[in-house]
């Protein structure tokens, strides 16, 4: 449970950062999903599934508030993304930066293709002109680089706070190095 109020919050506060930062700034570039790497660093996490589920939905009405999307858009991509994420948590292991990376990479591709396609299939009712979300679709390349590239920052830093708070426990020092282990199978 406090896992899962550790996700909620830390994601709110990436997404307020990122936002706030690029205001500031005045970036005009594409910001990455930081609310996507919370959510991938959660479904390769030991969280239950309902509050991994919970925490996206959570994460999913921020982005909704924070973007002025439909109500509900990013809630059911988030979630959905975060049972795809699951799944693949199940078959692969997010060892290093490149895997981080590749999960965040999967995290955001998955909430946005999930988020046009609700918003395509519900264009009529929303009034949204569908060839504007068609013509959109190119940039969710440029989207996922960014969120890929910051993947691994935001990653390590959601590991260091859940080793911080005893949430999880640090990975062991490994033993011997690889070099170690070939000059004493030499002799």
Known sequence: MLRGVVYLVSGWVALAFVGGMADVLALTIM?????????????FAPI????????????????????????GTLCLAHAAAFLG?????????????????????????FVDLATAGVLVVMSDSLGVFRPALQSALPQVRWHALATALAAPVV??????LM???????????????FSQALRKRRS
Do not use: K
């Open 48 to 71: 239950s599934v309902p509050s991994g589920l919970a925490v996206a939905v959570a994460l999913g009405y921020l982005e909704d508030l924070h973007q002025g999307a439909p109500i």
């Open 155 to 160: 990653w390590l830093g959601l590991d260091v």
């Open 31 to 43: 910001l990455p999903a930081t609310s996507a790497i919370v959510l991938a660093h959660a479904a």
């Open 163 to 177: 080793q911080r708070l005893r949430l999880e426990e640090p990975p062991p020092a490994p033993t011997t190095t």
């Open 85 to 109: 994420l699951r799944w693949a948590a199940q078959r692969f292991h997010v060892g290093g930066w490149m895997m981080q990376a590749f999960a965040g990479l999967a995290g955001v591709l």
